[in-house]
């Protein structure tokens, strides 16, 4: 099973801000199969980014993702209110797909 | 509209069974695999189980696998997951969502709004 890392835990950001979050994988991640999806309090998750750099259908351009192997970054470029919420990412290149632990990203 | 709904959750007692239903609307259900994922209270997501549109293929992460199993009606645009042998750390919400795998492996693009499975004596 493929284990993902998500860092930090929770970022502290002001709206207008960029924000970088991290998902290291213990093993090399085939083909980029690689997920972001974001989820509100209440709400199920919404894809975000697949291929790690590919935006779903709908995602504004602010988001992009970016990395391979075992190193895959979720950047947000200029923060938006409605864009604070937990963000997972997902590896689904495998017979058992595996989410990190998901990254909060909160109003500082 | 594509549209997921999932229903069948509820309160039973650990080692008591469940089934899980999810409908599915607005798109031709038989061409899409599918998955069950889950959250439990306050934590984060956790893949089940995989079934291909086909039926062939099927998935199952370790710690449902033997207890639970996915099935599908295409005829019926339905999708479901027998839970037995339940566990309080089976408590959680579960979600079906769409996998479009065609051209190869795919993240959920769509996802139900979920039901809660509460398992407690």
């Known amino acids: 099973e493929i284990v993902l890392t998500q860092s930090p835990g929770t970022l502290s950001l002001s709206p207008g801000e960029r924000g970088t979050l991290s998902c290291r994988a213990s093993q090399s991640i085939k083909n980029r199969y690689l997920a972001w999806y974001q989820q509100k309090p209440g709400q199920s998750p919404r894809l975000l980014i697949y291929g790690a750099s590919s935006r779903a259908t709908g995602v504004p351009d602010r988001f992009s993702g970016s990395g391979s192997g075992t190193d895959f970054t979720l950047t947000i470029s200029g923060l938006e209110p409605e864009d604070f919420a937990v963000y997972y990412c997902?590896?689904?290149?495998?017979?058992?797909?595996?989410f990190g632990q998901g990254t909060k990203v909160e109003i500082k | 509209e594509v549209q997921l709904v999932e229903s069948g959750g509820g309160l039973v007692q650990p080692g008591g069974s469940l089934r899980l239903s999810c409908a599915a609307s607005?798109?031709?259900?038989?061409?899409?695999?599918m998955n069950w994922v889950r959250q439990a209270p306050g934590k984060g997501l956790q893949w089940v189980s995989y079934?291909?549109?086909?039926?062939?293929?099927?998935y199952y992460a370790d710690s449902v696998k033997g207890r639970f199993t996915i099935s599908r009606d295409n005829a019926k645009n339905s999708l479901y997951l027998q839970m037995n042998s339940l566990r309080v750390e089976d408590t959680a919400v579960y979600y079906c969502a769409r996998i479009d795998d065609w051209s190869g492996p795919s993240p959920g693009e769509v996802w139900g709004q979920g039901t809660t499975v509460t398992v407690s004596s």
């Open positions: 079934m291909s549109s086909s039926s062939k293929i099927i």
């Open positions: 607005g798109f031709t259900f038989s061409r899409y695999s």
């Open positions: 997902q590896q689904y290149g495998t017979s058992q797909d595996t």
